[in-house]
Antibody, heavy 118, light 110 residues
């Protein structure tokens, strides 16, 4: 059974850094492309980043490009999101999700909350 | 910049039918965008309903269906139930490793 657990969220000051983790169980992460998606409080979903199953390619939304980096360690069955130079507008619940055969987001984790505030 | 638009809200009676749409501010939505749909109940993670325009995800009731209508992606709920009350989001794959969500539609069943 596919299970994703996101962690690493917390409160950080503007300009600070955080690294989010997404631990997978019940399946091998190495067979799935993986996404990060975020949702600001009371707002809609925003796609953040995607990495191919083998780590060969990665893409980031323009809003985070140059500040956030998606990565993965298939040996640890874990996906990461390194977030640097955080801004107040990065405050959101962050979800990880697998990519399905039709370019859809398939299985979702439960989310981890990042709050950027002074 | 590409913007994907959805109706902000819809109200439907129990047992009724409602069609939500997903449009581009510039251009038409086709199957090439591989539209997918997600349901999000309050306080919960999203759940995948439809992918590749009209394929239901595992375990999704057949009262949910997807299509292309008038150059927009569409999600139809036929025979709405109380637990269909949620926010619904479409997602389009723009190519070159870029995905864009619509702004979401809040569906009320009353």
């Amino acid at each position: 059974q596919v299970h994703l657990v996101a962690s690493g969220g917390g409160v950080v000051q503007p300009g600070g850094s955080l690294r989010l983790s997404c631990a997978a169980s019940g399946f091998s992460l190495s067979t799935y492309g993986m996404h990060w998606v975020r949702q600001a409080p009371g707002k809609g979903l925003e796609w953040v980043a995607f990495m191919r199953y083998d780590g060969s390619h990665k893409w980031h939304a323009d809003s985070v490009k140059g500040r956030f980096t998606i990565s993965r360690d298939n040996s640890k069955n874990t996906l990461y999101l390194q977030m640097n130079n955080l801004r107040t507008e990065d405050t959101a619940e962050y979800y990880c999700a697998t990519m399905g055969s039709g370019q859809q987001l398939d299985y979702w984790g439960q989310g981890t909350l990042v709050t950027v505030s002074s | 910049q590409t913007v994907v638009t959805q109706e902000p809200s819809f109200s439907v009676s129990p047992g009724g039918t409602v069609t939500l749409t997903c449009a581009l501010t510039s251009g038409s939505v086709s199957t090439n965008y591989l539209p997918s749909w997600y349901q999000q109940a309050p306080g919960q993670a999203p759940r995948t309903l439809i992918y590749s325009t009209n394929t239901r995800s595992s375990g999704v009731p057949d009262r949910f269906s997807g299509s292309i209508l008038d150059n927009k992606a569409a999600l139809t709920i036929t025979g709405a139930q109380a637990d269909d009350e949620a926010d619904y989001y479409c997602l389009l794959y723009m190519g070159s490793g870029v995905w864009v969500f619509g702004g979401g539609t809040k569906v009320t069943v009353l």
